[in-house]
Every structure is written in C-alpha cells, then in structure tokens.
C-alpha cells in the first residue's frame, strides 16, 4: 500500500476505536482487538498469520506489564489496608492543608516519579491519592487529585533519565546523558507547573466522582474486611514505617537504574543492584516488605495477608488485559507499516529539526501508544539529520529532549497510562480523554515551546 493509504489507515483505525468505546459502550479490551484484527485484514495481513499477530503483540506487552502492574497493585493495597494510605494523607494535609493538597501531591509525584517506571509509580500511588481524596467532605472531583499526580509523573517519565525511553533515545541520537539531564530539567520544572496549574483548570470544568470505599475490589468480599484495623494491630502504623515501605522499591529501581549508567559491565556491584533493581523484583521486594511490617507484624495473620493480596487482583485484571489489547493495536499497527508511513512522510517535509523530532515522535506516540518505544523510534530516524546539521552536544542533547517532550502528546485509548490510570480511578473513559489527553497534548506543546527557546541559549554553550 501507498504511504498516503497507510496513513489514513492508521487514522481511521484509532478512530474506530474510539467510537466503539465512546459510542458504542464497548469494553475497551474488544474495542481494541476488533480494531486490531480488521487493520490487519484490510493491510492485507494473510489470513493465517492474523491470530499470531494478535498474540505476538499481547505477549510482548504482557511480558513487561503482568508482573509489574500485580506486584505494585499488592503493594498499594497493603499501603491502603494497613491504613498507611490513611496515616500519609493526614500528613499531607497537615503539612500543606487541604486546599493545597493537589500541590502537594504533584510536588510528590514529581520527585517520585524521576527514578521509577511512570506505570509502577502511578499504582503505588493509587492509595494515597485515593486516601486523601476520600478526606475531603463535600462533592469531591477525583481529577482534583488525580490529575497533577499523573501528569508530574508522566512528565518526568519522558524528559528525564534515568527512564528507558530517553536514556535510549539519547544513546541513538549520540547524545551526551548528563547534558540531557541537565538541560531536560528546565522543561521538565517548567512543564510540571503548567501541568499543575491545566489540571486545575480542566477539574473544575470536568468532574469524575471519588471511587468509593471497597470498589477497586469489587466482587473480592475481602475489601471492607481488611480495612478493619482488627486484627490484634496496634493502631495505624507510623508515616516513617509507610514511607519506608514505599521507598525502599523505589529506591532498588533508581540505584539498578544508576549502577547500570555509572558502572562497567561484568562489575558485580552492577549485576546485584541491577538484580534488585529490575521493577518486578525490586517490587516483589517491596510487597514482601509491607507484608512483615504493615501486616504480619502488626498482627495480621497469614490468611489475612491472603485475603488482602487477592484483594487486589480483580482490578488488575482490567487493567492487564486492556494493556496488553493495546499492545496488540500497536503491534498491528507497526507490523503494517503505518508508523513507517507517518515517519516516512514527516521527514520528507523539511520541517526545522525541533518541530520534525517533536512531531514524529507525537504522531508515532498517538499511533502505537507508548512513549518509550515513540522515542527509540524516531531518534534513528532524527539522528542523521543533527550530523549533517553539524549540530555540537548541547544541541544534540536538547534535540533528544525534545523527542521526549513529544512522546508526552497525543496519549489516549491505546496507552497503557491512559488505563492504568482511569480504572484505578474510576475515570469515565469520555472525562479521561477531556482531561487526561487534553493535559498530555497541551503540557507537550508547552514543552515544544520551551525547548524552542532555549535552543539559542545551548547554541552558546
């Protein structure tokens, strides 16, 4: 097919999408997989190899996702039903008072999120975002609260190492990781306010009600029980302990992250730390944690430890499966050649090189879904035009941030954040593209700006 026809596949085919879910009320995991399997049908896909497809790209999804989204989903529930979730939102809103405590958790996520997978930070959150959204009295807006804290995570996920996408990117692009720190912090701050102050804005235009007590569990009979501090617990445990609960995965993840930029390969120190540091073991780490000194320690017997971890399975299953349909979508989608097609036809254009780099790496974002993979995809690509630009390191380090910052837009049905984040939160889907999306797309174009002006400021460095 033509690169125009594969273009306007890859279009008709999120719009598809998008109104089977929207319009049609269809649950998003078969919205994805019908989408999914006609694109390859009528990209000419042989019959044969259709289902194959299809499971390729759900194992390849699930393969990363299963095992981080079900540990950090029992790690937040044993934060919530310990009442650590509780103990940390009263902390909160002593500290900063109620009405700045959407600062105050965007401030959190930010500095939380610079050294763990955007996915695994989000779940863990989940508790606590919840717990001090379940405080206030009155007609609470779950966006309020939900909004700034995925945003500042998000944000930091796609401009700042030591994240996967823009570390990889930066490798690609032959840019300097240290420069792309340092210069990435100005548009990450910057980018991280104004999405505070859009959350805001959106929230009170937009409305999603506050989950109920006992509904991420539905269908458990386990959630109203394990939320009875009755079991021999010596009241709510202290925020130190909670804290510690909380940290100790994400700092496992930041020190594997940073044992692998800093130390040589074969070095045992690296292959321990990068061990332990792997999400999913640093994670299973934490959950055995919060399991001896949230629960068996304060009383807790084995059954309830039991009770508590199943507990938190049922949303979890949404989420994976939803996760891993979007993973297919993107898998067709790349296999069909409409990511190509669009990078194909970007390039083409002789755009300026800031404006090329943040627009493949937004079209390649809303086409497949994940940020990560949008950014390794369109360095290559970008990489040569900075070497016959003749383009010094400090240039070529902003030019890898700006692909970051375009990762961040255009985020919708076929992300796995988008999920993640909207069932933990009960988010309709509709309010979650009004806001969420929204959000994504403005903060990234705030982000374009920035980085704008300050590439005459690192031409002079």
Do not use: C
Request: aromatic share 4%; net charge neutral.
């Amino acid at each position: 097919m033509s690169p125009t026809v594969l273009v306007l596949l890859g279009l008709a085919s999120v719009a598809a999408i998008l109104v089977l879910i929207i319009r049609a009320r269809a649950h998003p995991f078969i919205a994805l997989l019908l989408v999914s399997v006609a694109l390859a049908l009528v990209a000419g896909v042989p019959l044969g190899d259709v289902v194959p497809l299809l499971q390729e790209g759900m194992g390849k999804t699930l393969g990363s996702v299963a095992l981080i989204v079900t540990l950090g989903a029992m790690l937040g529930k044993i934060v919530e039903l310990s009442g650590g979730a509780e103990v940390l939102a009263r902390a909160l809103l002593r500290a900063f008072g109620e009405r700045r405590a959407p600062w105050a958790l965007g401030a959190a996520s930010f500095l939380f999120g610079i050294p763990v997978f955007v996915d695994v930070a989000t779940i863990v959150l989940v508790p606590i975002v919840l717990a001090v959204a379940r405080r206030l009295p009155g007609r609470v807006n779950m966006l309020t609260y939900a909004l700034p804290t995925v945003m500042a995570l998000l944000t930091v996920h796609v401009v700042l190492p030591p994240h996967p996408g823009i570390v990889g990117g930066a490798e690609l692009m032959g840019a300097d990781v240290g420069l792309v720190l340092l210069i990435g912090l100005v548009p990450a701050v910057l980018m991280w306010l104004f999405a505070q102050v859009l959350s805001g804005f959106l929230a009170g235009r937009i409305h999603s009600a506050v989950p109920a007590e006992g509904t991420l569990a539905a269908g458990t009979g386990n959630d109203g029980g394990a939320a009875q501090d009755g079991e021999g617990h010596s009241g709510a445990p202290g925020v130190g302990l909670v804290l510690t609960v909380i940290l100790v995965p994400l700092l496992l993840i930041m020190a594997g992250t940073v044992s692998a930029l800093v130390l040589p390969e074969g070095n045992l120190l690296r292959d321990v730390l990068g061990l332990v540091g792997a999400s999913p073991m640093a994670l299973l780490i934490g959950v055995l944690l919060a399991i001896w000194s949230l629960g068996l320690r304060r009383g807790w017997g084995a059954g309830r430890v039991e009770d508590v971890l199943a507990a938190a399975l049922p949303a979890t299953a949404a989420v994976i499966l939803i996760t891993g349909a979007g993973g297919t979508f993107g898998h067709v989608l790349a296999s069909t050649g409409v990511a190509a097609a669009v990078s194909d036809v970007l390039v083409g254009t002789g755009l300026p090189i800031l404006l090329l780099a943040w627009l493949l790496a937004a079209f390649i974002r809303a086409a497949q879904g994940s940020a990560t993979v949008s950014t390794l995809t369109t360095a290559p690509l970008i990489a040569p035009m900075t070497v016959s630009a003749g383009l010094d390191a400090p240039q070529v380090a902003l030019v890898a941030v700006t692909i970051g910052v375009g990762s961040m837009a255009l985020s919708h049905v076929n992300d796995s954040l988008f999920w993640v984040w909207s069932r933990y939160f009960q988010v309709p889907t509709g309010a979650a593209l009004r806001s969420y999306t929204v959000a994504t797309t403005a903060t990234s174009i705030v982000g374009l700006g920035i980085v704008a002006l300050l590439w005459p400021v690192v031409a002079l460095l």
